[in-house]
T-cell receptor, first 114, second 114 residues
Framework: DAGITQSPRHKVTETGTPVTLRCHQTENHRYMYWYRQDPGHGLRLIHYSYGVKDTDKGEVSDGYSVSRSKTEDFLLTLESATSSQTSVYFC?????????????FGEGSRLTVL | KNQVEQSPQSLIILEGKNCTLQCNYTVSPFSNLRWYKQDTGRGPVSLTIMTFSENTKSNGRYTATLDADTKQSSLHITASQLSDSASYICVVSARGSTLGRLYFGRGTQLTVWP
């Protein structure tokens, strides 16, 4: 299994509170991604990173920010959580950002916003 | 509009039986198509990748086919086992993006009964 650790794995929080999810990899891969997975939808890209301090928005980035200060860590922050952000969040890594690259996913972080 | 549609949405089969899952896409320009398996509570794991020139590829009891002309792919599972119970996700990559723009299907939920 690819060395990807997400934390926390489960979190319940209240509307309006800040939340940070962490993705830690031991593979030294350059590319890291945050997705959310909801019933009735395919995986949707929130933000991605192509290097330390290099990040960009995905298709559902509103309400989320990211940071990558080290190769191994990619943080996803919800500045003020809303109920619509209740979801399962997956971190993924890839050694190459090319269109043939394989994604290696973490185990997911289940977030519930009350 | 680039889209990936999977059918059926869910499927129940008896252990030992075969089944076929379908994926239709409109992604252009096409680069490759991957099938991922996602066990309940886990992240997706790649089963196989199909490029434009490939028609069939096998991975154990899993056989994927690709018809690039009709933009269809199938995943055939032979002699199903209880451990095949999972969601199977079709992911199509668009050619030309250095960051591998990916289009996710919503998945087919397969349940194998003893």
């Amino acid at each position: 299994d690819a060395g990807i650790t997400q934390s926390p794995r489960h979190k319940v929080t209240e509307t309006g509170t800040p939340v940070t999810l962490r993705c830690h990899q031991t593979e030294n891969h350059r590319y890291m991604y945050w997705y959310r997975q909801d019933p009735g939808h395919g995986l949707r890209l929130i933000h991605y990173s192509y290097g330390v301090k290099d990040t960009d928005k995905g298709e559902v980035s509103d309400g989320y920010s990211v940071s990558r200060s080290k190769t191994e860590d990619f943080l996803l922050t919800l500045e003020s959580a809303t109920s619509s952000q209740t979801s399962v969040y997956f971190c993924a890594i890839s050694p190459t950002g090319s269109d043939t690259g394989e994604l290696f996913f973490g185990e997911g972080s289940r977030l519930t916003v009350l | 509009k680039n889209q990936v549609e999977q059918s059926p949405q869910s499927l129940i089969i008896l252990e030992g039986k075969n089944c076929t899952l379908q994926c239709n896409y409109t992604v252009s320009p096409f680069s490759n198509l991957r099938w991922y398996k996602q066990d309940t509570g886990r992240g997706p794991v790649s089963l196989t990748i199909m490029t434009f020139s490939e028609n069939t590829k096998s991975n154990g009891r899993y056989t994927a086919t690709l018809d690039a002309d009709t933009k269809q792919s199938s995943l055939h599972i032979t002699a199903s086992q209880l451990s095949d119970s999972a969601s199977y996700i079709c992911v199509v990559s668009a050619r030309g993006s250095t960051l591998g723009r990916l289009y996710f299907g919503r998945g087919t939920q397969l349940t194998v009964w003893p």
